[in-house]
T-cell receptor
Framework: NAGVTQTPKFQVLKTGQSMTLQCAQD?????MSWYRQDPGMGLRLIHY???????DQGEVPNGYNVSRSTTEDFPLRLLSAAPSQTSVYFC????????????FGSGTQLSVL | GQQLNQSPQSMFIQEGEDVSMNCTSS?????WLWYKQDPGEGPVLLIA?????ELTSNGRLTAQFGITRKDSFLNISASIPSDVGIYFC?????????????FGQGTRLTINP
């Protein structure tokens, strides 16, 4: 059982470049979310989805876009990367919005130069 | 946004020692979660707590839901090298959904053999 799979593991971008962080889960979870992890801070929610076709903003959504075309996939897009987006990004899923037991992917370490 | 305060921020102990850490908030929470993050991996759920005063164990780990509902505690007995990592607390208020989980900044545990 793969759980939550994130790709790539590492990425270096130049300011202004765009890229998509991939996230897929094989647990038939309705709820999926993206967090960023910065030194000395707790995980901060970027965007989340409660099901295919439904997305909403979290605490720090600026500079990021998401879509949810299938239950399994929840990609995170950076349209024009900025150095402030240098961080470790985690995708997490759970059975549903009311289920707080999140399953996390292994993360993507992104550096924006 | 609101964050939880974890203490201590880092710990350096000898193998075999017991470990205690805590998580505090100025607000009341109805659910407390404890996660562990191994180096280069995503957080993994260790223990979930749902009732004030609740004491729950998972092997050598024991967590408690504070009676004030504003704090939670995690203890690790007889530490071993694989306990190394970052321990995060997370809390949820009321019947809010998973998108309202608040995370602490983590306690980094280092063990000297």
């Amino acid at each position: 059982n793969a759980g939550v799979t994130q790709t790539p593991k590492f990425q270096v971008l130049k300011t202004g470049q765009s890229m998509t962080l991939q996230c897929a889960q094989d647990m038939n979870h309705e709820y999926m979310s993206w967090y960023r992890q910065d030194p000395g801070m707790g995980l901060r929610l970027i965007h989340y989805s409660v099901g295919a076709g439904i997305t909403d903003q979290g605490e720090v959504p600026n500079g990021y876009n998401v879509s949810r075309s299938t239950t399994e996939d929840f990609p995170l897009r950076l349209l024009s990367a900025a150095p402030s987006q240098t961080s470790v990004y985690f995708c997490a899923s759970s059975l549903g919005l009311t289920n707080e037991k999140l399953f996390f992917g292994s993360g993507t370490q992104l550096s924006v130069l | 946004g609101q964050q939880l305060n974890q203490s201590p921020q880092s710990m350096f102990i000898q193998e075999g020692e017991d470990v205690s850490m805590n998580c505090t908030s100025s607000s009341i929470f109805n659910t407390w979660l404890w996660y562990k993050q191994d180096p280069g991996e995503g957080p993994v759920l260790l223990i979930a707590l749902y009732k004030a005063g609740e004491l729950t164990s998972n092997g050598r780990l024991t967590a408690q839901f504070g009676i004030t509902r504003k704090d939670s505690f995690l203890n690790i007995s007889a530490s071993i090298p694989s306990d190394v990592g970052i321990y995060f607390c997370a809390g949820r208020r009321g019947i809010q959904g998973a998108q309202k989980l608040v995370f602490g900044q983590g306690t980094r545990l280092t063990i000297n053999p």
